[in-house]
């Protein structure tokens, strides 16, 4: 009943009809029913922005799912706990961690929509991270399924590739792949994720004029289908791509907007990625002084959750207002810890701007 209830977006009577129940499943002592139960309970707290209900039901029904030995239902879980991880501000890598779990778990099985579930988390996971090798790896690999399975949802969710490849600077490849996958995608759920990734890949190709209307249609969409947090990290990136148009005070609004839901979330990406977008416009207007403190906010919310290639862009943006600050000190300072980041990560496009910016304030090495 909850499953049926999950898939026509009732998650509030998901809630409302296990709680009922809850005694009762306690009382049969049933490990298999109960990790169900817990499952269903703590998928539904999530979406619907529950962070501590979420993570308490989903740990429960973890233990539960593994004193019964079923390895579908710990590949759900695990599933479900590396998205939870990822929006209640736990450090990314044990996101990535209950990620790759849950692909070891239900490869094994037969439940083909977990485990297609569960390579997309994969590759979501690891691209927050910054690790784009995995996670191309792993969009790749959900699109061969989706191939072989003639699941298009699958295929459309592989967008993560090319968003992959956009932002470590292959744009034609990457926007190549979203394009595909926007022609695959069978409903307005995916289609929104996927004109994201493509307006996204368009704002790192320097396309700006193209990103914006893909990204305020994406936005438009998930505003009516997609949970909160997706909907803040949305606005975020065409808060960004306002910002890269010119468009200043559409960026600041868009940015306000998801900063407020994403505090009230304790979403510590959407903090991170508002604070970003507001440093950079307050720099841009001069405010320098605010731009830092914005930046110092998004590193402080980024550092919480080992998100190194947001740290790594944050610290570039703060060395360019430094600069302006004529403070070469913390310009030079911010900045070598973006070219670390930047080459341990592998991100070619984003290292190329870090060392020309070194050669500009003649920083050798």
Request: proline share 2%.
């Amino acid at each position: 009943r909850a499953e049926s209830l999950h898939f026509l977006g009732r998650r509030q009577e998901i809630v409302d009809l296990l709680l009922r129940h809850q005694g009762r499943i306690e009382r049969l002592g049933d490990p298999a029913l109960a990790g169900q139960h817990y499952f269903w309970l703590g998928w539904a707290h999530a979406w619907l922005g529950h962070r501590e209900e979420a993570a308490q039901n989903l740990s429960r029904g973890l233990q539960e799912a593994t004193r019964s030995g079923d390895e579908a239902l710990m590949g759900r879980v695990h599933r479900a706990l590396a998205l939870e991880w990822t929006y209640s501000g736990r450090p990314m890598d044990e996101a990535v961690t209950h990620a790759r779990q849950a692909v070891s778990f239900l490869e094994r099985t037969q439940d083909r929509f977990w485990f297609s579930q569960a390579l997309f988390a994969l590759s979501y996971c690891c691209y927050y991270t910054g690790d784009f090798d995995s996670a191309i790896e792993a969009a790749e690999r959900l699109d061969t399924f989706g191939k072989s399975t003639g699941d298009r949802r699958a295929r459309a969710e592989s967008a993560i590739a090319g968003l992959s490849y956009a932002t470590r600077g292959d744009w034609a490849k990457g926007g190549e792949v979203c394009r595909q996958c926007l022609e695959l995608a069978p409903d307005p759920f995916e289609a929104a994720f996927v004109l994201v990734c493509l307006g996204k890949a368009c704002s790192e190709a320097g396309d700006v004029d193209r990103a914006v209307p893909m990204l305020e249609q994406g936005v438009h969409l998930a505003d009516q289908v997609r949970s909160r947090q997706w909907r803040e990290w949305f606005r975020a990136l065409l808060a960004e791509a306002y910002f890269l148009g010119g468009q200043t005070d559409k960026a600041r609004e868009a940015a306000r907007q998801a900063l407020e839901v994403s505090t009230a979330l304790g979403y510590s990406w959407g903090i991170g990625w508002t604070h970003q977008v507001l440093g950079r416009v307050a720099g841009a207007q001069g405010a320098l002084e605010e731009g830092q403190r914005r930046l110092a906010d998004a590193l402080k919310s980024f550092a919480s959750v080992r998100a190194r290639f947001e740290s790594g862009r944050t610290h570039l943006f703060a060395a360019r207002l430094a600069h302006a600050q004529a403070n070469r000190a913390a310009a030079m300072s911010h900045l070598e810890e973006a070219r670390s980041l930047f080459r341990a990560l592998r991100v070619p496009k984003y290292a190329q701007q870090a060392d020309e910016f070194a050669r500009e304030l003649d920083i050798r090495g």
